[in-house]
């Protein structure tokens, strides 16, 4: 077996290539102004490194920011080396214009943000004075104080040149790093600006160059071609042309191709410099301005775009809602319309509307409400609103007319500006419902029903009369409440509450009185209920709320409750009668037989009864029986049933259940009626029971059967001395019975044990063992090899059966342990209760355990279930012990019954395993179905694991993967194999 771990690869590529490419940038703009300085040592050359360094300060963080500077270091230096050869001052002043764009690039931070950077005039005055300006001078001062320290001879010169090269730097190239994005050029081509730019790009150096070369005062032209570069392109597109312009005329001057006028030797140390300033900052100043006037003139675009969007819905919400729009001007008593105005009242759009005309045009009951409405908006300033009525050619139309008041400069209102919307169909179809609102609330008071409306969320919108007297809440009390809050529903009058009244099972018939649904209201009083719920939904199928209607049917079901009792019970005892009991024993046999559950069924028949009832008198006998039947009642368990089959003869069924815990529910109560004693009229009685107990499974499943059989064992019991419990045992022939000779029943046995192991898997992993399962066998003198179980049931006594206990033990530690340990495999040991609670056998387990190289938690001990149950206290030390070993524990042969779950002590339990019988049939009988779930459900909550088998087909193992058991084994997943081959392999566990 192995395993594979796959880890992801991080690939560190795309990292890295910023800063490869950043780096190369740096070396080029760095080679070109070395390149400049060598030409022409007299023009010192414009330095481009310190404003990319600055933008990468200002647009990265951490990590990204210090390899992107390492990068810009490390080009600059491959730059200097290159041209000028490694020497320190180099270096030196490298690391300078390092820190100058630290400085720079924080106070930049400071002033601006990265996002808003060069969106207004403003903002490039900060990048200007700042880095443009501030910087350079402390960079110049630092690098003239470095030259002196390092031995130099700092001029005047020297620092000029050092701060006019940063500012043209900065001014040049600076704006175009702050504002380059990753995608411009795919943006520049889809927006079909690319082309324009490099036009203007071309046409602005053909036109630097020829003025440079041949007009007089040439950097008046170059600084207009550059304006005219600011008006045409976008800011970006602009800055970068200005950098291509700077770079040609730098290099233009270092080749002497721009004739310069003779000025004084102190002027000449700047004078190369002041056009590349004179022209840089208006150009720049203009692509600014040029920049904020798009903007504007783009948010103006955008307004007037919306407002026309707006105005369109407007029109068209107001054509599609039937909505006419008006306007009155009070001051000059005029009015406008609109279109759907004229239309709404009849008339042809030549008229000209006046207000009298308005009110001339309502009924003449409407007139002196819109008057006073008019009225009250114009002198209280109150919002007006109104419906009226007009008559048309089409009949009486309802007209809802809104407005909104306006004042002049002196607060006086000036003109309404309303709507007049047709509201006929509305008012009519209003008026109907209402109409059949009022039919329906005097309806639904004068049922006998109680009736309760909610909506979609279950609260209370209406109650009638009687659902008000039946739940105690007013309507006015109950309006906005859950109905859960009101209406308090149990099953029975003291049973269970209901959980939820939408999800309860509604009784069909009468047979379960005790599950009649009962109504508690708020005044203590109850009453037996029937109720419907039935859904409100609109057209379209939208639920809308609910509709719930109760009826008092408290007479009916309990008169039906009487009938039924009486037809269940006998009236004396009060227990189910024979015919309960025939009813009953019909589900029984079914189940048994369908399902291959096991039940038991008991006949008890008192002794002595009949002395009683003859020497005392029949109202003896009745009270005897009374008192008899509560005595066993209180010895039975929940689920056991208990029945009088007439005169003094009982029966009792108790389902799902063993012969050996069907026999101690039964002894109990013979026991408890052996020992009673009955006392009438001073007289003291003594009487007993004898009771006869039958196993019911699917090979005895016919009804006359189990009564003849229950009967014949009752009847052994009184002619067996009274007072006595007997088993019918049937004694079938085993398949292959174990039988032993003397020798062998006397002495342990003299061949070795054989260990067979079943892998246990995951059913969704069957290709891996999650453990084994050890199974050993034992061949008899005649050469029949059997199970270890079917052996030891053939063993005469319990020192017989404790020496196989031992020499298993001893077997498996002594052989197999060591190579177990060795392959790290995880095995299930099956015990014996019997040899656990034996205290020499105890010793003997725990000290292999010490001793062993295997050690405790790769050992799961397997007991039997029932047996375990039995003597649960006296185990539960040596279980924790075992626990403490490492050791985990399951219980096989867990059956049907489910109380076990409330049996066992889940804390000291790890694995659970199935009954073959649940299994078997999994995949074709619901009912194991479900009830393997439900047994894995009720495991799972307890943290414990299930565990099934043997599985032999594929489908049985499709369907306990479904319902999701722990682990399974059998043919359908691998063969059992020896335990010496399984050690002999060559694989090795894997944990």
Known sequence: MTTHTISPAHSTLSSFRPALLLGLICFIASLFCLTLRVLDNAISPIWYASALMTAVVFRSRGRQQALLLLACLAGTLGAHIMVLGPHWPLFSFAFINLLQSLLGGYLLRLLIKPESALDSLMSWLKIVVTAGMLVPLASGLVALWWSHFSGGTPTLRFFTVWVLSEVIGMLALGPICLLWQPRYLRLQVQQDVLLATLIALAASLLMSFLALRFLPWPFTFVMVILFWVAVRLPRLAAFLVFFANVSLISLMLVLGLVSMPAFNSSFMITAPWLPLLLILIPSHMMTMVMHAFREEKKHIRASEETNRRLMERITLANEAGGIGVWEWDVMRNEMSWDRRMYTIYELEPTLRPTYAFWLSRLLPEDRPLAQEAVRRALEDDIPFSMECRITTRNGLRFIRTQAESQRNAEGKIARLLGINQDITELRLLTEALYREKEQMLITLDAIGEAVISTDEEMRVTFMNPV?????????????????????????????PEVEDILCCNLPGTMNDPDRDLVLHNASGEHFAIQYSLTPLKTVTG??????????????????????????SHDTLT????????????????????????????????LDRFKAVNDSAGHAAGDALLTELAELMTHRLRSNDFLARLGGDEFGLLIADCGISAARQVAQDIVNAINDYRFLWESKLYRIGASAGLTLINGDNCQSSEVLAQADLACYNAKHNGRGQLTVYETRPQPATPVTLTFKEQATPPDKPLRWQAWSVSAPGKTQTASFHLLQPRLTNAQGHEADITDYRAALPNDTRRLALDHALIESFFSLYAPGIARKGLQIVLPLTVEGLMNVAWQKTL???????PLHGDALIMSLETCALLQHSEALRPVLQHLRQQGCRILLRDFGRNLDLFKQIAHEQIDFIQLSPDLTAN?????MDEMLVSIIHGQAQRLNIATVAGPVDLAMALSTLNSIGIDGVWGDALSSCVPLNTLLENSFFAIK
């Open 467 to 495: 659902a008000e007297q039946m739940s105690g809440w007013t309507q006015e009390q109950a309006a906005g409440k859950s109905l859960g809050d009101i209406l308090r529903i149990t099953h029975g009058a003291r049973g």
């Open 574 to 605: 009060r227990l189910p009668n024979r015919a309960s009991f025939d009813h009953q024993l019909k589900r029984l046999l079914l189940s048994a037989s369908e399902r291959q559950q096991q039940h038991v069924l008991v006949f008890i028949d």
């Open 922 to 926: 999994v995949h074709f009988n619901l």
């Open 846 to 852: 725990f000290s292999h355990l010490d001793a062993s």
């Open 542 to 567: 939208k639920n809308i709320g609910s509709v719930m209607v109760m009826q008092d049917v408290s007479e009916s079901r309990e008169m039906l409750k009487r009938l039924h009792y009486s037809a």
